[in-house]
């Protein structure tokens, strides 16, 4: 349990380090690619049976998914790049894990981010509060690519 709490802590460390308020190009959707999704890298997807839905040593349940994707359907702004073609392509969850007074640590995944895909050169992250479930903030990133011969 204690391995466990200090992984997630540092996992919660390096998400608000890299963030710190500020939009920028360096969010927590491109580290968690960068990083958790990597296969053969410490807490990568390695080892996961078929089916299941999981990032680093975290299985994510079809209800958690539903109850993600119902509140950023529920967003008119999420919607429109739905109906723009955009599609949801996973849900990650954002875990957090706090030491209480009594030294009890308590470990909850309290909001996500909803990833959308459109023609594979746009995609969008969804950070949704589960909490408070709404959709807290929506990132557009298209590509555009010219080839000259």
């Known amino acids: 349990m204690v391995a466990v709490a200090t992984m997630l802590g540092g996992l919660a460390l390096a998400t608000y380090a890299t963030d710190n308020g500020q939009e ?26 078929r089916g299941q839905r999981g990032y680093g040593f975290v299985e994510v349940s079809e209800e958690y998914e539903e109850n993600v994707i119902n509140i950023a359907k529920s967003d008119s702004d999420v919607q429109a790049l739905l109906d723009d073609g955009y599609n949801i392509t996973n849900v990650r969850p954002i875990i957090k894990a706090v030491v209480e007074a009594d030294g009890t640590v308590v470990i909850k995944a309290t909001s996500a981010i909803v990833m959308l895909e459109k023609d594979t050169i746009s995609h969008a992250s969804v950070w949704v509060d589960v909490e408070q479930a ?7 990133l298209t590509r555009t690519v010219i080839e000259k011969s």
């Open 134 to 140: 709404k959709v807290t903030r929506i990132v557009i």
């Open 24 to 49: 920028n190009n360096n969010d927590f959707a491109g580290w968690f690619n960068g990083r958790m999704m990597m296969p053969e890298t410490c807490g990568g997807p390695r080892g996961m049976m």
